[in-house]
Nanobody, 126 residues
Framework: QVQLVESGGGSVQAGGSLRLSCTASGATESTYWMGWFRQTPGKEREGVAAISGAGKIRAADSFEGCLTASRDNAKNTLFLQMNNLKHEDTAVYYC????????????????????WGQGTQVTVSA
C-alpha cells in the first residue's frame, strides 16, 4: 500500500493563499488516481479534486474558493494550490490514492480510494 504524507496547511486570513503538498512513498507503481478531500467536524469527507495517472483532472463542483490540483509523477507528489480562500474552506485536507484504474468523468467518491494521508489543517479566518 502507498504511504501518503500531507504538508503545507496553516492559518490564513480570508483572501489568502496556501499550497498543499502530498508526497507518496512505498508501492507507488500501483498508484493511478490521486486526489484531495476535505472534512469538517460532523460532516462527510468531501471531494475536492483528483488526477489520474494519465493526467485527467476531475474537480468537484460544490466548494468555494479557487482550488487547483496538480501532480508531479516523477516526484510522486500531488499539490493543491488554494487561492482566494474563504472561511468555508476551513477543514482538514486529506490526500488519497488508489491503484484502481477505473475511469471517472467527475470527482471520484471517497470509497474509490484505499490509501489515505493523516491530513493537514487549513484554517481561514473571516
Amino acid at each position: 500500500q502507498v504511504q501518503l504524507v500531507e504538508s503545507g496547511g496553516g492559518s490564513v486570513q480570508a483572501g489568502g493563499s496556501l499550497r498543499l503538498s502530498c508526497t507518496a512513498s512505498g508501492a507507488t507503481e500501483s498508484t493511478y488516481w490521486m486526489g484531495w478531500f476535505r472534512q469538517t467536524p460532523g460532516k462527510e469527507r468531501e471531494g475536492v479534486a483528483a488526477i489520474s495517472g494519465a493526467g485527467k483532472i476531475r474537480a468537484a463542483d460544490s466548494f468555494e474558493g479557487c482550488l487547483t490540483a496538480s501532480r508531479d509523477n516523477a516526484k510522486n507528489t500531488l499539490f493543491l494550490q488554494m487561492n482566494n480562500l474563504k472561511h468555508e474552506d476551513t477543514a482538514v485536507y486529506y490526500c488519497a490514492a488508489t491503484r484502481n484504474r477505473g475511469g471517472y468523468y467527475s470527482m471520484p467518491p471517497a470509497r474509490f480510494f484505499d490509501s489515505w494521508g493523516q491530513g493537514t489543517q487549513v484554517t481561514v479566518s473571516a
